[in-house]
């Protein structure tokens, strides 16, 4: 009798700590509240805070076009278009995990405007304007991505169409590679993305302090539960071993939340074109601050290449 009793006790703490690692890892809980002025550790960026607030402020003062499409889902789904000139290739941006855009693509945007691109920066779902609440590490993402192009083909047809992304972003790009892009996408630029959801989520748990790593056996569990998604249904690694794009990886040396070897284990997977440039001593997607001139340089040597540079 003793341990009939123990055993729902022990399956409603096994749901309670599922719930918890779903609102640890997946659960976004007001997507209108994203400040591009925050840090990823909550600290607010100020003039003072060097190239960053400079650069944020800079694309916040731009003019855009809002444009809104469903996800396959049904989720209402928000991006900014940035125009440069009529005809220009497009780029589509696609920030990081719990990011913002104006924050993640504000060296990336103005590196792509000045390059004479027109840009798409979407907000990917449960971030800013676009609906949902549950970040999906890329496994629901990739189908906006996929929605996105197919958007942008349709509106500017024949455009060529260069796909760009950082942190899960870059995962996002990544893992929408082998799916039905239009022909319109020539390729694409992932900066410091990780190689599958699972494997990321684990590396993130073992970097916490020893009794946060209890959530991570419960973390697919949940996604399945509350999320309603497979973590496992996807990942860079396999999507880019199913498609010939072209594919510039990006990596700081000194990452030291997604690990560069990951770009490595992407490049060694990549079943077309590929190449992998890293950075010394740069950290978690700031590879542009650290060398914006070499940075540029092979952005534009690679949309040079693809046939989507301005």
């Known amino acids: ?3 009939l009793g123990i055993l729902p006790a022990l399956a409603l703490l096994g749901l309670a700590i599922a719930y918890g690692a779903y609102r640890y890892a997946y659960y976004s809980p007001n997507a209108t509240q994203n400040d591009p002025y925050m840090d990823p550790n909550g600290q607010p960026y100020t003039p003072e805070s060097g190239p960053m607030f400079g650069l944020i402020r800079e694309m916040e003062e731009l003019p855009f076009e809002s444009v809104w499409i469903r996800s396959r889902d049904g ?6 278009y940035y125009h440069v000139r009529d005809g220009a290739p497009l780029q589509i941006q696609c920030h990081g995990y719990r990011g913002h855009p104006l924050r993640d693509f504000c060296g990336g945007n103005k590196l792509a405007r000045e390059a004479g691109l027109n840009t798409l920066v979407i907000e990917e779902r449960a971030h800013c304007e ?5 970040i999906s590490f890329g496994i629901n993402e990739r189908w906006d991505c996929l929605a996105w192009a197919k958007y942008a083909a349709a509106r500017w047809p024949g455009t060529p169409i260069s796909l760009a992304g950082i942190s899960m972003g870059a995962a996002i790009v990544l893992m929408a590679s082998d799916l039905d892009l239009p022909e319109e996408v020539k390729g694409i630029i992932a900066d410091c993305g990780y190689s599958s959801p699972r494997a990321i989520i684990k590396e993130v748990c073992w970097s916490l302090p020893r009794y946060f790593r209890v959530l991570y056996p419960f973390t697919s569990l949940s996604a399945r539960l509350f999320g309603h998604f497979d973590p ?3 990942s860079a690694v396999g999507a880019v071993s199913n498609t010939a794009l072209p594919i510039l990886l990006i990596h700081g040396e000194a990452d030291s939340f997604v690990p560069c070897r990951m770009s490595r284990e992407i490049q060694a997977a990549c079943k077309g074109p590929v190449r992998l440039e890293t950075f010394p001593g740069a950290a978690h997607g700031a590879s542009y601050l650290s060398d914006p001139e070499h940075y540029r340089r092979i952005v534009l040597d690679f949309l040079r290449e693809i046939g989507a540079r301005g």
């Open 1 to 3: 009798m003793i341990v």
């Open 75 to 80: 989720l209402r789904l928000h991006g900014r």
């Open 130 to 134: 676009s609906e949902g609440h549950t």
């Open 232 to 234: 496992d249904s996807g």
